[in-house]
């Protein structure tokens, strides 16, 4: 029998359809009525009915509201429609919104009858075409079948994933969607993740274990067998005993317990495997090992640098000028914090590695001098580095061994050589925003140490030689004729009132005195 709700605000109307025809020859069972728009649609919520005789015109909630209501939800539900000849328009203009058919008040019973026999072939048909359906989907792969569940996830209604589930024929207490991503030579990829797949095919889906399916360029595993689907640990070794010597990562969703909701676990696994240059090859990430790695409390609130003082590339330049290998193991664990604090992606991680090598070499490779052209000769060398490297792990360890390289090519520094690097260093970098804290930690000192050093070794405390560098600089460029706050930021300091006040500290005029006194002279001189 098919189902039938009444829903007319009029008393006689919903008692007179159910006397007007037997409604049990003609195929239907009328379930339920009700008196208006709004406990219609509750109704139709609760019973479902194959076909719904709807009034069109009610107080608040019409018959055309109700039935657009349901269409929200039910694009196959079948409606006809109660109307009086005042409202034959509006009726002809709801039919090819797609309602059933109409019948006019008051209702013949033999059109009645003829519009329940028309609704009756249809759904018969439909009923017919659900059953083939589902004869076809029983034989289909189950492969298929997973990936129908997985895929088309938001076209199905819960009526569709539970025929898909049924066909799939599997039963378990819980279930577990695990994906791979297998990495091989460009010559042998194809080859070895065929070769993968059939040793998965044997080890899971011909054990009984699970369904192989396919993820795009990944391989997707749906997991029935119970140790496995409760022990990560257990599918990490499984998998790895599988693979040989094939290099893989893979991912594992949640649990579910209901075949149609396997959709979830895939969509967390499809996360949780975006993250796999940060792990080791054979890792298995499931939530537990991603939340490891990047612990909700370490998140960072911005990705904004708050730190006082040079960037990561500026200080990984400082660290290689100097030649010392501590610090420029400092500059990049300071790079990996930072990175992973902000939980970058692959992308991300890359793009930053880039750019503080590309401002370190950039500086290095400033000047003319043998070291300048070794420094620009490992610049595509360290880019080729971070974006060849398979994992993490493997950029950092290739990028750190190219930098030791460089700084052993440029002549390691030693504790002799120490303060003479400064000096040489202070010299060329003038225009720097220079500090002791920071020299101090690249050349692994204590900064009040270190000052003491230099203090003993040029007479001059740090700053004091630093301002001094900096004004013989600016007295040059006065003398070409740059004007004042050209020259205060050519030699490194942001405020020209300040440049002033030093200026005349260690000169005795001002800069701009100086600037006309130098032009003078050199006007005299050419005369």
Request: charged share 30%; glycine share 8%.
């Amino acid at each position: 029998m098919y189902k039938v709700l009444i829903v007319d605000d009029e008393p006689m109307i919903r008692e007179g359809l159910r006397t007007i025809v037997d409604w049990e020859s003609e195929g239907f069972e009328i379930v339920d009525t009700a008196s208006n728009g709004k406990e219609g649609l509750e109704k139709f919520g609760q019973i479902q009915p194959d076909l719904t005789i709807v009034d069109i015109r009610m107080p608040g909630m019409t018959g055309l509201d109700l039935i657009e209501r349901v269409r929200q939800e039910n694009v196959s539900a079948h409606f006809l429609i109660l109307s009086g000849y005042a409202e034959f328009d509006y009726a002809k203009r709801a039919i090819v919104s797609g309602v059933s058919g109409y019948l006019l008040k008051p209702v013949d019973e033999d059109e009645l009858v003829d519009e329940l026999r028309r609704v009756r072939e249809l759904l018969e048909r439909e009923r017919e075409a659900r059953s083939s359906r589902t004869e076809q989907e029983a034989a289909l792969p189950k492969a298929q079948l997973v990936e129908e569940l997985l895929f088309e996830d938001e076209l199905l209604d819960e009526e569709q994933r539970g025929r898909l589930a049924e066909a799939l024929g599997l039963s378990a207490p819980a279930y577990r969607v695990a994906l791979l991503d297998a990495h091989g030579s460009a010559e042998t990829e194809s080859r070895q993740h065929a070769a993968f797949r059939q040793r998965l095919k044997e080890a899971f889906e011909e054990s009984g274990e699970g369904v192989l399916f396919s993820a795009g360029s990944r391989i997707g595993l749906l997991i029935v067998r119970q140790n496995l689907v409760e022990r990560p640990d257990a599918l990490r070794a499984h998998l790895a005993d599988t693979a040989g010597e094939l290099e893989f990562h893979a991912s594992c969703g949640p649990m579910v317990h209901d075949l149609s909701a396997i959709a979830s676990s895939f969509r967390e696994a499809e996360r949780l495997l975006h993250a796999r240059f940060f792990f080791e090859n054979g890792t298995l990430i499931d939530a537990a090992a991603h939340e490891a790695l990047f612990p909700a409390a370490d998140r960072a609130e911005s990705g904004d640098e708050t730190e006082d003082g040079p960037q990561l590339g500026d200080k990984l330049y400082y660290a290689l000028d100097i030649r010392s290998r501590d610090a420029v193991e400092k500059v990049l664990g300071e790079l990996e914090r930072a990175a992973m604090s902000r939980r970058m992606d692959e992308n991300a991680i890359r793009g930053e590695y880039s750019r503080t090598l590309s401002l370190a070499i950039g500086k290095l490779s400033s000047g003319g001098s043998s070291a300048a052209e070794l420094a620009q000769s490992y610049h595509s060398l360290l880019l080729s580095e971070v974006n060849q490297a398979q994992s993490y792990g493997a950029l950092k360890q290739r990028v750190g061994t190219r930098l030791f390289e460089l700084i052993d090519r440029f002549g390691g520094a030693n504790k002799d050589t120490v303060l003479k690097q400064m000096i040489d260093f202070i010299r060329r970098n003038y225009s720097e925003n220079l500090k002791l804290e920071v020299l101090a930690e690249m050349f692994g000192y204590n900064s009040g140490y270190l000052g003491k050093l230099f203090k003993n070794y040029t007479g001059e405390y740090f700053n004091a030689f630093v301002d001094k560098v900096r004004v013989e600089k600016a007295k040059e460029l006065l003398a070409q004729g740059l004007k004042v706050h050209q020259v205060a930021a050519n030699v490194g300091y942001s405020n020209a009132d300040y440049f002033h006040s030093k200026f005349r500290k260690y000169v005795g005029t001002s800069p701009s005195a100086y600037r006309s006194e130098a032009h003078h002279e050199q006007q005299g001189g050419e005369s």
